[in-house]
């Protein structure tokens, strides 16, 4: 297969590669890109949650030169006993009861945004509604000035493009957004000393343990860090879920009849369609997998897409439904570095289902118009997703 045709399915359609290779090739290494590749559910839950010896701290990635790099110290990037301090003073302000209290607020915005588009029987649901709501979420917990959120979007796509490349030394774009973006959040930490708000970094200042509390870089990787993990995947989520439903029309019936579904018909698409497909790790040790020795310091890929629909453990795992029960998959990752965000994604998507069934009988990918595939070989949706819509 061409290189080009290699890159467009496992931009639109990795799941037969993924089949093969948990069935040929459950450890793979890419001689090119030297990468060990790992495909099988239980050795991608292995690699993800085991720190000692799949380690998340990247050895490109220079921590003397903070100054330059607002993702230096990054709860995501950090094995313990690093990690385990950021995530218990971060967890202290980013709270499932703050997300939670975001409900009425979210679904404001979501109204908004589909009140906007009344009368209009197609549209782009990345643009008017996938896109700007995570987005805009993002920036009203951390207490951003709305008119700032433009150059939010900026930012944020710089980083996603360095993430989708996958670890790398900077480049002169990354290195000028890494100085807009901190110095930017440190006016706006400056601000918070002097003046609290009701705002997540006004929490972020205050949360501490044993008198310890975030620094300076780490409340800069921390805010960074949201921009980033926060923003393309929950697009990729809400536009994933367009997708499947269009695969499935029959589930938009189901959900109108039966409401109660909407919780496991997004888990559902969490595991059929994963919006991370893949997350990296580094090797501390050699570490033997289905039989293959990865040498100490390899950057290893841990497949979570295919994972998600290893037959091992998922029954009918090609199959796509809305009532599985017992749904194991692993879209948010496993272990430490489980997503922090993971009931914000959920609600926002909750919300945005109800909103949907609420308003229109189906919503369907547009006959003629096409979607466009994210290019990127970590994350998994849709740039462009134009819909037909059926009101009620
Ligand atoms: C559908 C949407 C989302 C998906 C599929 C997703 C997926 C993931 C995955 C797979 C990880 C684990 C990374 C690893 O093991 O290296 C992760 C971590 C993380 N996510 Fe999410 N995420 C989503 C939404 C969000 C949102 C909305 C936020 C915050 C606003 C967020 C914040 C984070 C943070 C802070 C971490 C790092 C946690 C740690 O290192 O301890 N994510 N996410």
């Not at 094995?79 to 301090?85: A, F, I, K």
Request: glycine share 4%; hydrophobic share 45%.
């Amino acid at each position: 297969m061409s290189s080009d045709r290699f890159m467009l399915d496992l931009y639109t359609n990795p799941y037969p590669w993924y089949a093969a290779m948990r069935e040929q090739s459950p450890v793979l290494y890419d001689q090119q890109r030297h990468i060990w590749n790992v495909f099988c559910y239980a050795d991608v839950k292995r690699v993800l949650s085991d720190p000692a010896i799949f380690s998340s701290e990247s050895p490109l990635r220079n921590r003397s030169a903070g100054a330059q790099n607002v993702f230096a110290v990054s709860m995501i990037n950090s094995d313990p006993p690093l990690h385990r301090s950021l995530r218990a003073l971060v967890s202290q302000a980013f709270t499932p009861r703050m997300v939670q209290n975001l409900a009425p607020r979210i679904a404001a915005l979501i109204a908004e945004m589909l009140d906007a588009l009344t009368d209009q029987p197609s549209f782009d649901c990345i643009d008017a509604l996938a896109y700007p709501l995570p987005v805009m979420v993002i920036a009203e917990m951390l207490g951003i000035p709305v008119e700032d959120r433009a150059q939010f979007k900026k930012w944020s796509d710089v980083f996603v493009s360095e993430v989708n490349l996958g670890p790398r030394v900077p480049n002169p774009e990354m290195q000028q957004a890494n100085r807009e973006l901190g110095a930017y959040f440190a006016s706006i930490i400056a601000q918070r000393r002097k003046e609290p708000r009701n705002d997540l970094i006004s929490a972020l200042l205050e949360a501490e343990i044993n008198g310890q509390y975030l620094t300076q870089q780490e409340l800069l990787g921390f805010c960074a860090l949201l921009l980033v993990a926060g923003n393309e995947t929950t697009t990729n989520l809400l536009g994933n879920l367009i997708v499947t439903f269009d695969e499935h029309p029959e589930v938009w019936d189901a959900l109108h009849a039966e409401p109660a579904l909407v919780d496991s018909a997004i888990e559902e698409v969490l595991r059929y369609r994963s919006p991370v497909k893949a997350m990296f790790r580094f090797t501390r040790e050699d570490v033997e997998l289905q039989g293959q020795l990865i040498p100490s310091n390899s950057m290893v890929l841990a497949w979570i897409g295919s994972a998600n629909r290893d037959e091992t453990v998922f029954p009918q795992a090609q199959q796509f439904d809305p009532r599985r029960a017992g749904n194991q998959h692993i879209a948010f990752g496993y272990g430490i570095h489980y997503c922090l965000g993971a009931p914000l994604a959920r609600l926002e998507t909750k919300l945005v289902l109800e909103a949907l069934l609420q308003r229109y009988h189906s919503v369907r990918c547009h006959p003629t118009l096409p979607a466009e595939p994210v290019q990127s070989p970590i994350t998994f949706g849709l740039s462009k997703l134009p819909v037909q819509v059926r009101p009620l």
